[in-house]
């Protein structure tokens, strides 16, 4: 990485001058839609309330629903976190339903479990593991439905787990005052020119949304289908010093810089997907309501491969490892519910009791097993099962006010996480049964937690919180079997603290202080715990590993905000101190050595974070937002792997920035344009991958947006945008897209 870091202290000086030097003038914030965000001590959200403990004074971000439609090209949910401070999603295409990951401040894109998304509520982060492959269930949300998205940043508060402790993230859905009626149609294109491939890879979405109150009942119901090619994600590659391939293949270097062969792609995807949902609330009396949520998601995808190699006569060429073009056929329907009654009188007491399932109800891959182009007739295979795979929550929540200037939160929650994977051979993977079983991976956690959290306003100007989660884990049911090797793991359980602290301190009506500091536990999950395969030779379990210890983190930040005529300005100074954090590492202290999970010692992560927005800038037709991050995530101890030591955390960059303005020319017309920026960083906790303009590399990047809308009628709108507008080619291990274009109609009745 060839930026040298700042010192500490200096940065976080200029951080603070910059923002002193910003404030020239006095004056409450412009009023505005909601989520209106107040400096004091406290944030004012909008009309339907958020899960998050908005009281709690701490980094707290949101975008409204309108917002998103105005600014943001927002094909998926996780869209509207584009240009939030210091979060990214790994999005590799429109419908990218397995590896979207969310990053944050001191967390990577490896690191999935280390971050929490919910939708009013509902758990939807996928903590049957940590990486790529364990995505939050976006397609349960669909865009039109937001009302408002709020972040919560680090594990500040007592309510949520050790996976808090990137960010809690939380989105809060439409229901309904009177009768509406929505719908939405939009199309995408991607001009796409890699390697051996130029090609162009479209889509096309449609949602339809109906709700309606009428006395007590409200509800809500929403269904929409999107058909999406993807770019190609993977290629088939050999190296060079293996001996030079057939006519055709595409010479470069690698992430190591060696050099290489790319010799066709390995999986191109077309996914279509539908979604349904259907939301019901009931007030059981003036200050009591019951609710109930049904969300269906059905996806199917082909993984397609192409081959660059030629013969002698110009014919495409192949192969014959089966692994270098494999063809893929996946069919998941997954169903998720949830239930909750709760009150809201605002006075002395409020409760909540609720509780949610996510099911696999059928999730099914069909892998080909034999080299093209035979595969594409046919032949052997596997196929993935992971029918019966889940999680489950149940919380009872206290709000309790026993004075003017306490406000005391209590809890009992229980999360349950299932992981049920097995994998057959088949004779004919396009449409054969299941025949020998050929691995399974099973078991399952539990996480039991009791909190309480006070939140004391103890003087004018000031407010303090103290809290505590109690946490009780346990794992069980354990097994790893490959083919006849078969390892079934004891069951274990652990204890664990994790105190929680806040100070806030306003200064003046435009100027406010705040401190916090929290511990959090990130327990392994099962994947991590179980999931792998079985050295037939000396029994040992690779990949996974069932004694993993728990990341245990000390998470802080102090931030300074401000407030001017139509401006905020916020700084905020952030540390965190990792001790045996989980990464798949190799163990060079045996012999022979091991490649698995394992735990990393200590990781420390400091750095600073500026975040501003303006309601009127220059001109009342113009407002914008904006972000600066630098972070410095250093190994500090590693006594597996004592190369990484002193190295940077894989895939956090020293610097990333976004920037997104709009402009309103007329009544009807918004003209929104945005900057994103991530710095260099790597893929591997020795740094040894410097070349992340490639395929398996880890890149910077700078990408461009635009998005134009106008309002055609009262009903009626229309919008055109296009992403990375500038053509940006860059690399989290896959490529992202390149220049995407897109257009949507939509109607608002």
């Given at each position: 990485m060839t930026p040298q870091p700042w010192p500490f202290a200096t940065l976080a000086g200029a951080a603070l001058f910059a923002c002193l030097s910003c404030h020239a003038q006095s004056g409450p914030p412009a009023d505005a839609d909601a989520p209106v965000k107040t400096l004091g001590v406290v944030v004012v959200t909008g009309s339907r309330p958020t899960s998050l403990p908005t009281h709690i004074p701490t980094t707290i971000e949101s975008i409204t629903g309108r917002e998103i439609e105005e600014k943001i090209n927002a094909t998926d949910s996780e869209d509207a976190l584009k240009y939030l401070p210091s979060l990214l999603v790994r999005k590799r295409y429109i419908g990218d339903y397995n590896h979207a990951v969310l990053s944050t401040r001191a967390s990577g894109t490896g690191n999935s479990a280390r971050s929490l998304v919910y939708a009013d509520g509902i758990l939807l982060s996928n903590l049957l593991g940590n990486g790529a492959s364990f995505a939050p269930r976006w397609g349960l949300v669909t865009p039109e439905e937001i009302e408002r998205v709020d972040v919560l940043y680090g594990p500040f508060s007592a309510a949520y787990p050790?996976?808090?402790?990137?960010?809690?993230?939380?989105?809060?859905?439409?229901?309904?005052?009177?009768?509406?009626?929505?719908?939405?149609?939009?199309?995408?294109?991607q001009p796409f020119d890699l390697y051996g491939t130029h090609d162009t890879y479209s889509g096309r979405q449609a949602s339809a949304s109906l709700g309606n109150r009428d006395g007590e009942w409200s509800w809500w119901f929403n269904l929409s289908r999107l058909d999406s090619q993807s770019q190609p994600l993977v290629f088939a590659t050999r190296l060079a010093s293996e001996g030079p391939p057939s006519a055709g293949a595409v010479p470069g270097l690698n992430r190591f810089n060696q050099p290489w062969y790319i010799l066709g792609t390995s999986s191109q995807y077309h996914t279509v997907q539908d979604h349904a949902k259907a939301k019901f609330a009931y007030d059981l009396s003036d200050t009591l309501r019951a609710s109930y949520t049904l969300g269906y998601w059905h996806n199917s995808s082909q993984g397609q491969s192409a081959s660059y190699l030629r013969d002698d006569a110009g014919n495409p060429a192949y192969t014959s490892r089966a692994t270098d073009f494999p063809l893929t056929d996946e069919g998941l329907e997954h169903v998720m519910q949830a239930l909750s009654v709760k009150s809201h009188t605002g006075t002395d007491f409020d409760w909540e009791l609720a509780t949610s399932t996510y099911d696999y109800h059928n999730d099914l891959q069909r892998r080909s097993g034999t080299a093209l182009p035979a595969a594409a007739s046919g032949g052997a295979g596997t196929l993935t099962d992971m029918q019966g795979t889940g999680w489950t929550t149940l919380a009872l929540k206290g709000s309790w006010r026993p004075a003017g200037e306490h406000l005391i939160d209590l809890g009992l929650q229980q999360d349950s996480h299932e992981l049920a994977t097995q994998v057959f051979t088949t004779s004919d993977w396009l449409g054969g049964s299941a025949e020998s079983l050929a691995s399974t991976f099973r078991g399952h956690t539990r996480l039991r937690s009791a909190y309480a959290q006070d939140t004391w306003s103890f003087a004018p100007r000031w407010k303090s919180v103290l809290g505590a989660r109690l946490e009780h884990w346990q794992a069980w049911d354990g097994l790893t079997a490959n083919g006849p090797l078969a390892v079934a793991h004891p069951e274990?359980?652990?204890?664990?603290?994790?105190?929680k602290a806040a100070l806030a301190h306003e200064l003046a009506d435009d100027w406010v202080l705040k401190a916090s500091l929290g511990r959090a536990v990130r327990m392994p999950t099962v994947s991590e715990l179980y999931q792998g395969s079985i050295n037939a030779i000396t029994g040992a379990l690779m990949n996974g590993d069932p004694d993993l210890r728990p990341e245990k983190s000390w998470t802080g930040e102090l931030s300074a905000e401000w407030a001017w005529d139509d401006q905020q300005l916020r700084s905020t100074l952030f540390f965190e101190r990792t001790q045996d954090a989980l990464y798949s590492q190799t163990n060079v202290t045996v012999t022979p050595t091991v490649t698995n999970v394992q735990n990393v010692d200590r990781i420390r992560t400091r750095g600073v974070e500026l975040a501003w927005q303006a309601r009127r800038l220059w001109v009342a037709s113009l407002e914008a937002i904006g972000s600066l991050t630098y972070t410095d995530s250093r190994i500090v101890r590693n006594d597996k792997f004592p190369a990484s030591v002193g190295k940077y955390q894989p895939r956090v960059p020293l610097w990333r920035a976004n920037l997104l303005a709009t402009w309103r020319p007329a009544p009807d017309?918004?003209?929104?344009?945005?900057?994103?920026?991530?710095?260099?960083?790597?893929?591997?906790?020795?740094?040894?991958?410097?070349?992340?303009?490639?395929?398996?590399?880890?890149?910077?990047f700078f990408s461009i947006d635009l998005r134009v809308r106008h309002r055609l009628t009262r009903q009626w709108s229309a919008a055109l945008g296009v992403d990375n507008l500038n053509n940006q080619q860059y690399w989290n291990f896959h490529p992202y897209p390149r220049r995407t274009w897109s257009a949507e109609l939509t109607f608002d009745l």
């Open positions: 050790g996976n808090s402790v990137g960010a809690v993230v939380d989105y809060v859905t439409r229901m309904p005052r009177a009768f509406e009626a929505h719908a939405k149609a939009g199309v995408f294109a274990r359980a652990e204890h664990h603290v994790s105190p017309w918004s003209v929104t344009g945005g900057a994103r920026y991530g710095g260099e960083q790597y893929g591997t906790l020795d740094n040894s991958d410097p070349n992340g303009m490639a395929y398996q590399g880890v890149s910077k």
